[in-house]
């Protein structure tokens, strides 16, 4: 049992970490193609390269009967409104609010799985994902840039937060029947269909005009293999060993590690501030995976008190 919740945290480590530096590869991509192109190709070649691999070895395994439904009820959550949430949202505020905004997904999470799922949430657990988030804003306040509102972005924004807590709940389900290969598979494959009318719609005459280019190709390569291959393959992984929300947990890390990644590669600089932010997020980070009494039941109480 330790040994399977020691996989399951390094694959979640490791989902982290590819996510954080597609931040990286987006910047790059970004210069030549638009979020809906970049994200349209992403899926075709991350489909592409799933199906190829693992069907022949038989890691892909049939729908049954009655689960095609949650399979496009996880992929239009994921990788559709969300991604379509997120772009647009970081389009029309600053990226100091759409940061915020994105990392109060933790917190829905696990007050959503608590009550969806039974999952049990502690004063610890609540604490840590407080100081976490407390931790993501001092690390982007740091950048000191204006905040610029846009109840159109903030929609947008919120849209992705309830895409992806919707998509962490249907995901549990589909996990106690399928492998992790199956579900990412399958939704990067119909998310092809749901962006598919966009691009043509949207983004064709574009594509068009700017072409293939190898300098945004190569970072696209990485976003499909890593971002929405082996990441999301990690990522559902760890949430059926360990849970919805203390998966989601680990979310706060990608600012952080998003930052880390910028100092080595791009060389940002990292001060006191972003260190103490840093600090912040890995502390709370675990409080939010210590057990202790659940506030699962107290809350429900609190809410609906008995008879």
Known sequence: MKKNFATAYIAVSLAMIFWSFTFIWYKIVYQFYNPITTVFFRLIISSIFLFALMYPLKKIEKIRKGDLKYFLLVSVFNPFLYFIGESYGVKLVSSTLAAVI??????????????????????????????????????????????????LGIAMLMLA????????????????????????????????????????????NDFKQTGLSQEAWIPLLELAFFGSSFAFIFFTFAIKRIGVGKANAFTNLIPVLTAIIAFIVLGEIINLTKIFGISLVIG?????????????DKIRNYIRPSE
Not at 187 to 199: M, R
Not at 284 to 296: E, M, P, V
């Open 102 to 151: 994105i990392a109060t997904i933790p917190l829905f999470t696990s007050f959503t799985s608590s009550f969806f799922l039974n999952e049990k949430i502690t004063r610890m657990n609540l604490m840590g994902i407080i100081f976490s988030i407390i931790g993501v804003s001092f690390i982007i306040f740091e950048k000191n840039e204006g905040i610029t509102v846009s109840p």
């Open 284 to 296: 709370g980070l675990f409080l939010s995976q210590i057990k202790t009494n659940g506030l699962r």
């Open 161 to 204: 937060v309830v895409a992806a807590i919707g998509y962490s709940i249907v995901l549990k389900n589909l996990s106690n029947k399928y492998n992790s290969i199956t579900i990412v598979s399958y939704h990067n494959l119909i998310g092809i269909f749901l962006f598919a009318p966009l691009f043509f719609i949207f983004d064709f």
